[in-house]
Nanobody, 124 residues
Framework: VQLQASGGGLVQAGGSLRLSCAASGRTFSEYGAGWFRQTPGKEPHIVAYTDVFGGSTYYADSVMGRFTISTDNTKNMMFLQMNSLKPEDTAVYYC??????????????????WGHGTLVTVSS
C-alpha cells in the first residue's frame, strides 16, 4: 500500500488549497483515513478523519468549518479542501490510512500507511 499526497503550496491568508492523496493497493473505504499535519519539532496532529464506510467525519477544532475531508472511492483518492487558510495552518500535511478500526483515530499510532507529505505555507 502506498499513499501519495499532493497539492501543497504557498498561499496568502484567507486563500484556499485542495490537497489530494492517491492510494495504490487499497481503498480508503476499508478502515478509514485521515489527514495529519506537522510543524518542525512537533508531533503530527490530526486535522481531519473520515470513516468512509460509516460516513462519519472528524475535524480538529482548529479547522472546523474551514476544512472538508472527502474521498472518491472510484478513483481511490482522498481530499482535503482547505478554505480561509491562516498562517497557523502552515505545516507539512500527511495523509494516512488505517488497517483496522481499533484504536484512537486521532493519534498517529493508529495508522499504518503514510504518504510522504506535502508542504502548505500560508503567508500573512
Amino acid at each position: 500500500v502506498q499513499l501519495q499526497a499532493s497539492g501543497g503550496g504557498l498561499v496568502q491568508a484567507g486563500g484556499s488549497l485542495r490537497l489530494s492523496c492517491a492510494a495504490s493497493g487499497r481503498t480508503f473505504s476499508e478502515y478509514g483515513a485521515g489527514w495529519f499535519r506537522q510543524t518542525p519539532g512537533k508531533e503530527p496532529h490530526i486535522v481531519a478523519y473520515t470513516d468512509v464506510f460509516g460516513g462519519s467525519t472528524y475535524y480538529a477544532d482548529s479547522v472546523m468549518g474551514r476544512f472538508t475531508i472527502s474521498t472518491d472511492n472510484t478513483k481511490n483518492m482522498m481530499f482535503l479542501q482547505m478554505n480561509s487558510l491562516k498562517p497557523e495552518d502552515t505545516a507539512v500535511y500527511y495523509c494516512a490510512g488505517r488497517s483496522q478500526f481499533s484504536g484512537d483515530f486521532t493519534v498517529p499510532g493508529a495508522y499504518v500507511y503514510w504518504g510522504h507529505g506535502t508542504l502548505v505555507t500560508v503567508s500573512s
